[in-house]
């Protein structure tokens, strides 16, 4: 059965500086992964998707990684802002259409 | 992307009665829709896929009689909650897959926040 975990649970950061949430999964026979965005009481924004054969995509100031063999992926973002702030899910999908979520990492971008 | 529309976004009933939320496709044909449940500063669980023309497909300790799944088109799945209780208020999100991306990405609605009295 796939778990998927996200590290840090919360974190808080004054405006401007970079930061990497990071993702971690424990069976690698993954098909994709996929990083979104929620904002509190609304539904899910997907940020980035890396199918299994990719190591990194990148939108504006969002990159995430992948190690598939690690089981592990990273979302960096660069230069955040205070409208950055929401919780952060990264899925795996593994073989079918099933999304396994992580737990989230709360970010907090304080002015 | 690819736009999931979720109806009623919130709704309040009393104990006892049966609740219907609708996730619909809106520019895109999705043959199988998942539904999620999310409680209060946790993460989504998956609760059921949702097929077209066919049964649902519901995830281990999910009373399928409680909550009922129909997806009668390519655009519409529906969530039934029967005689809700207070222990069934929570955030359901569905999401769907557009069968034209090759990606495999998956599009979620805005959710619909269930408050049961």
């Given at each position: 059965k796939q778990e998927v975990t996200q590290i840090p649970a919360a974190l808080s950061v004054p405006e401007g500086e970079n930061l990497v949430l990071n993702c971690s999964f424990t069976d690698s026979a993954i098909y994709n992964l996929q990083w979104f965005r929620q904002d509190p009481g609304k539904g899910l924004t997907s940020l980035l998707l890396i199918q299994s054969s990719q190591r990194e995509q990148t939108s504006g100031r969002l990159n995430a990684s992948l190690d598939k063999s690690s089981g592990r992926s990273t979302l960096y973002i660069a230069?955040?802002?205070?409208?950055?702030s929401a919780t952060y899910l990264c899925a795996v999908r593994n073989a079918g259409n099933m999304l396994t979520f992580g737990g989230g990492t709360r970010l907090m971008v304080k002015p | 992307g690819a736009v999931v529309s979720q109806h009623p976004s919130w709704v309040i009933c009393k104990s006892g009665t049966s609740v219907k939320i609708e996730c619909r496709s809106l520019d895109f044909q999705a043959t199988t829709m998942f539904w999620y449940r999310q409680f209060p500063k946790q993460s989504l669980m998956l609760m059921a896929t949702s097929n077209e023309g066919s049964k649902a497909t519901y995830e281990q300790g999910v009373e399928k009689d409680k909550f009922l799944i129909n997806h009668a088109s390519l655009t519409l799945s529906t969530l039934t909650v029967t005689s809700a209780h207070p222990e069934d208020s929570s955030f359901y999100i569905c999401s769907a897959r557009d069968r034209r991306r090759e990606t495999g990405e998956l599009f979620f609605g805005e959710g619909s926040r269930l408050t049961v009295l």
């Open positions: 230069a955040s802002q205070p409208g950055d | -």
